[in-house]
């Protein structure tokens, strides 16, 4: 049987770069500073998957493909800019704990693995694109971008962007060879940045899909199918509240599914947010998962104490 410590934890991409300038240096620093509450968690014994966002080092990459289009040198397809940018971070994070664990003389290995994630090639999503990646453009550069096929929309006033599909994650298709390493005591960082898209072809191949996946939901995915108890969200904020920023905002410890399921229906978590997390939250309980906590990463160790952050279950 699967050990009872088995734990996702969904590491948000902002945490190695917030704002899409950290040179390498920095991005190294910030994810060693990072490592240090995931190390909390080896030492307390649990197995471990981690995953990772992506969103700034994406912006970052197509920034760059844009910016050698002119020169005629080939633009790389979205697909291979996640699995450039899960490589990239995998090995910072890879890295960083694994030096960790030697100053700590813990005797545990540590992977990275470019991850493939089955999505549905008839996903709505995909004939109407709705995730922002990207930077933003001017009105007057839209019409050449159109050409090039992409969906090009305003986001929220603030200028126009390229809108790629963000089809719903199914399976992991790296799912066993994860779930053995992790079971074996092997740390891996897999799904990074949602994993690579692809769908399955009728003769049971795969093959990519110009998209990205929601982190936390590929997250949900990666913990069912691994069988893990817990589903660690690490993001900015230590607890999940009602009224956020709000003079009566309301901090929980705990939720049950029913009432994150009405407090969602209710509009109390953004949908560029919390609302996701908790989405990917329900879907984890709905799949048979233990708990799912969400919390700050300073507050990592100490949530799975039951000593911080907000705990969603069944009942």
Known sequence: MPNSKTAVVALGGNAIGATGKEDIHQQFANTRQAVQAITELVKAGYNLAISHGNGPQVGNA???????FPDGIPALPLGVIVADTEGGMGYMIE???QNNLIREKIDRDVVTMVTQVVVDKDDPSILDPSKPIGPYYKQDEVEALLKRGWVVKEDAGRGYRRFVPSPIPRSIVNRKAIKELVHSGTIVIAAGGGGVPVYTQKDGTYEGV?????????SAVLARDIEAETLLIL?????????????????????????????LAQGHFAAGSMGPKIEAAIQFLE??????IITSLEKAAEALKGKAGTVLCVK
């Open 235 to 263: 993001t900015s904020v230590e607890k999940v509240s009602l009224n956020y920023k709000k003079p009566d905002q309301k901090d929980l410890d705990r939720i049950t599914l029913a009432e994150a399921k009405n407090y």
């Open 95 to 97: 890295q960083s704990l």
């Open 210 to 218: 110009d998209a990205v996946i929601d982190k936390d939901r590929a």
């Open 287 to 292: 799949y048979g998962g233990r708990q799912v």
């Open 62 to 68: 197509l920034l760059r493909v844009e910016r050698t």
